[in-house]
């Protein structure tokens, strides 16, 4: 497909069929690119990395994006829109899994380029439907293999051997979203693939979502972070109010956090409010951060029976 793929690393030397150097050229390159992958390979992780500041929520439990979001880089001579993506469902359960998806595949439909985000292994039944289904798209794609400094680096020669070979790949770029490891090849490769076309957006534009989304996602991610398993699955944040306010009084900021039944209700409130009070101390700290003034945050908790299952629903809530 295209142009002879090629490893774009020096711990692949041997493999290399060309020059990977390549560099961008005096035109403008923009364009958008979808970042597709299992859940918990490191997507949003590598988006904020490559932005350089966070924009997309994380946290160690899969599943925790839900939206495509949208993250503009720009430099001198490009504009990359980079789109994260929910983690990929072979099989949904509800409302809410088939809206994920529904997100993924709406990314790649806009896009002029894909990542595939992989960890260093040989690839499972995730891998292999994304790969048979970028090919069928024939979408550009660039295979990036996160998570590098986790093994030792004569390990991934093998794995990325069997991506190589392939051939769906236009490039094969090994990198860390953790410690930034690779990140400026990986850039370099992606300017490089995109049209020679004038900026999409605004130089100065930075996401296309509104602060309420930004706050209701902080939110959500404050509960991935400090409760087990079965709790973050089941919840949903909407911002029901937020007042910009002058001088120096605090903006003020309503959310309401829904949960599926009132056991997960108690669990998320905690004993005398303590659980839910540090959700909203983390939550306010880093809308404070961003905004750059002082943020009251008022957090209620309510249960809405059954809410993965109503479209209507998640639609409002995404």
Known sequence: MGDEPVFTSNICAPFIQKDCSTHVTEQHHSGFVA????????????????????????????????????????GESFQVALLDTPGFLRNGRD???????????????????????????????????????????????ILVMNKIDTVAKFKLLPIMQHY????????????????????????????????????IFPPDMLTDRSMNFVCAEIIREKVFLLYQQEIPYDVAVEIDEYTERDGTQPDLIRATIYVDKPSQKQLLIGTGGQALKEVGTLAREEVVAIVERPVFLELWVKVNPKWRRKAGFIQRTL
């Open 35 to 74: 970042i597709v992958g299992r859940a918990n390979v490191g997507k949003s992780t590598l988006m904020n990395a490559l932005i350089g500041q966070k924009l997309s929520i994380v946290s160690p439990k899969p599943h925790t994006t839900r939206h495509k979001l949208l993250g503009v880089l720009n």
């Open 164 to 199: 190589y070979d392939t051939s769906l790949f236009r490039e094969i770029v090994p990198v860390s979203g953790m410690d930034g490891e690779g990140l400026d090849t990986l850039l370099e490769q992606v300017v490089s693939h995109l049209p020679e076309q004038e900026a």
């Open 95 to 141: 409302q809410l899994d088939a809206a994920m998806s529904r997100q993924m595949v709406s990314a790649l439909s806009d896009a002029d380029l894909a990542l595939l985000v992989v960890e260093p292994r040989m690839p499972g039944d995730v891998e292999t439907t994304l790969m048979e289904q970028l090919a069928k798209a024939n979408t550009p794609t």
